[in-house]
């Protein structure tokens, strides 16, 4: 039986599949997010409960008040964060691979604004 071994010297890359559709995951679901808040602020439906967001919003409008600090935190911290723990996971110097925290962090943040779609949904019909 043949085993195929990755030899030391090959240098591990940066990005591999797992932990793109990892990043992509999570992308989605903040686009998600994204939108459906933006239509719930625009309708006067929701309001932005987050002070650091208000503020944003206040200061540039809902629709960039909203993107500007999901494109920071998006690429400075879900991203950067996913490529260290991705490089230190590689090193084996640590168990944890981002996948692990994206998946998660994906689900929360496509469901944080869809509670109200789901209850809009239900009084449009006449309740539960």
Do not use: C
């Not at 240098?11 to 793109?20: G, H, R, T, V, Y």
């Amino acid at each position: 039986m043949r085993h195929s071994v990755r030899s030391d010297t090959t240098p591990p890359s940066l990005l591999d599949w797992e932990l793109a559709v990892a990043l992509l995951t999570y992308a989605a679901a903040s686009v998600a997010d994204y939108l459906l808040t933006l239509a719930g602020l625009l309708g006067r439906e929701v309001r932005e409960l987050n002070p650091l967001l208000q503020a944003y919003i206040d200061h540039l409008g809902a629709p960039w008040g909203l993107f500007v600090p999901k494109v920071i935190l998006g690429l400075a911290v879900v991203g950067a964060a996913s490529l260290y723990l991705h490089a230190m996971h590689r090193q084996r110097r640590t168990r944890i691979r981002p996948q692990h925290l994206l998946y998660p962090g994906a689900l929360f943040t496509a469901l944080a604004p869809a509670h109200w779609v789901a209850l809009k949904f239900l009084m449009t019909r006449g309740g539960p």
